[in-house]
């Protein structure tokens, strides 16, 4: 007999049903992305309004994404312990909060702390809707899904950068710019309470009634056939709590695959640092090739919208060429396209050629990233395993626009700079290349709960006993 999780994996894919989750949680992406993207766009302002150094405008991307550091990790235990649709909605609610106080503080200072706190609410919605929309998507289907959820990013970016540049005459316009998000965010908290809790966490902790809840309703609404099915009476948690449990969970995370942990965060880490260290400083460079405000913020613009048509074709060949190729292919060439861009940068076609490549690059790698690592761990440790490798992407990058500003465009130049981004990011690669499995098509657990692990397991010989789950994940394979 089948078990309900295998139930939800292969229900028929219904907009009705699937996708109302699959938009819902793509919306809380969206406003990740819109106040990622607005750092690039506030530093040049706050600069002005500030009179503040090269380096102290980096503190402005610095304070949030450091905040969203804490918040993926904070969020992602959250939601692997209290339930997907608790943590889901209440993310919104403290980043809203904190952004209208962000447009109303009356110093840098305060500014800085407030952007910190608005980032740790803001920074729990990644890794709680690819948990969430990843355990509701049928298995046929989850790696175009989650691939898909990523078209959120460059569509957020986009309307940041055409909002933030129609604001530009207005008095004070960075507070308006901050204040804009304010109300969407409450809206779709509000629409966010009418999501389900996700039958595959239900069944894990041992919410057996709720569980079936869930899973009758969805085969209903889908018009799946009616079929008996089984719920696993999970192990009971005797874990510990607060700074020990997140230091338990970190154990639990690199005592299942050493190997997987280290491609999902050096994937993570490199990949993220050449997007972030883009988004966040091109405005800022295009300025110094003498562009105004207006016109550097379009550039960027430009970049995120053609990076919607990179997440369209990303969807299109995840599941065709696998999750490894496209991340492996595209995004060493996207951080080249940044060269490129950094070597003809006062070519004004040039420039704008290139930013383009990169933002359609970036947007092939980028999605195809988060639908693999989100794959890569059991349901027990999805979230927390993915908020653990984005959390160390945005302490990374979240000081890398300070180092940036301050010491490696000024020392090495942006050509070279650049370089140094795009070597680390082609090492990154290498390793994923034999490091980890690839998870195209697989169960999002097998029945020893080793996730990707599984692959690795169906190359072993079939007279072999099975290896326990964190041996699993230390075998190579591709």
């Not at 110093?107 to 355990?135: H, K, M, N, Q, S």
């Not at 009418?194 to 899973?215: C, D, F, N």
């Not at 440790?381 to 990058?397: K, N, Q, Y």
Request: hydrophobic share 55%.
């Amino acid at each position: 007999m089948r078990t309900g999780d295998q139930i939800v994996q292969d229900l028929p894919w219904r907009w009705s049903v699937q996708g109302k989750i699959f938009i819902i949680g793509g919306l809380g992406y969206l406003f990740d992305a819109y106040d990622i993207a607005l750092n690039g766009f506030l530093m040049p302002l706050l600069g002005d309004h500030f009179d503040l150094s090269i380096s102290a405008r980096g503190l402005v991307a610095t304070a949030n994404l450091v905040g969203m550091a804490v918040g993926a990790v904070v969020w992602g235990a959250v939601a692997d312990r209290i339930g997907r649709k608790q943590a889901f909605s209440v993310t919104l609610l403290i980043f809203a909060a904190f952004s209208v106080l962000g447009a109303l503080a009356p110093t840098y200072e305060v500014f800085l702390a407030l952007r910190f706190l608005a980032g740790v609410g803001l920074g729990g919605c990644i890794p709680v809707d690819y948990a969430l929309v990843g355990e509701f998507s049928p298995r046929k289907y989850r790696g175009r899904v989650l691939t898909a959820l990523d078209l959120w990013w460059p569509i957020g970016v986009t309307l940041c950068g055409l909002i933030s540049a129609s604001l530009l005459s207005l008095d004070g316009s960075w507070r308006w710019m901050l204040a804009t998000m304010v109300l969407p965010a409450l809206l779709l908290f509000w629409v966010r309470r009418g999501v389900p809790e996700s039958p595959i966490y239900l069944a894990k902790k041992g919410r057996e009634t709720e569980a079936r809840q869930v899973i009758d309703e969805l085969v209903a609404r889908t018009g799946a056939p009616v079929e008996p099915y089984v719920i696993v009476e999970p192990a009971k948690e005797t874990g510990p709590r607060g700074v020990a449990a997140a230091a338990e969970q970190l154990r639990r995370i690199w005592a299942f695959g050493p190997r997987v942990t280290s491609v999902a965060w050096l994937l993570f880490a490199t990949i993220m640092l050449v997007y972030y260290a883009a988004l966040s400083w091109m405005p800022s460079i295009l300025r110094e090739e003498g562009q105004g405000d207006t016109a550097a913020f379009m550039s960027t613009t430009l970049m995120s919208g053609v990076g919607i048509v990179g997440v369209l074709v990303s969807t299109a060949l995840v599941d065709i060429v696998g999750r490894k190729w496209l991340i492996g292919v595209s995004a060493p060439i996207a951080a080249l396209a940044l060269v490129a861009f950094a070597l003809v940068r006062d070519m004004p076609t040039g420039s704008v050629v290139a930013i383009g490549v990169f933002g359609f690059l970036a947007q092939l790698a980028i999605p195809a990233l988060y639908a693999y690592v989100s794959e890569l761990y059991p349901t027990e440790l999805r979230a927390s395993g993915f908020g653990w490798a984005s959390s160390v992407s945005r302490v990374l990058t979240g000081f890398a626009p300070l180092l940036f500003g301050s010491v490696m465009w000024p020392l090495l130049g942006l050509p070279l700079t650049f370089a140094v981004l795009g070597g680390a990011v082609l090492l990154a690669v290498g390793w994923m290349a034999v490091a980890a499995p690839e998870t195209k098509g697989l169960e999002l657990d097998d029945p020893q709960g080793a996730g990707a692990g599984a692959e690795l397991a169906a190359s072993a010989p079939a007279e072999a006993a099975p290896p326990a789950p964190h041996a699993v994940a230390e075998q190579s394979g591709t």
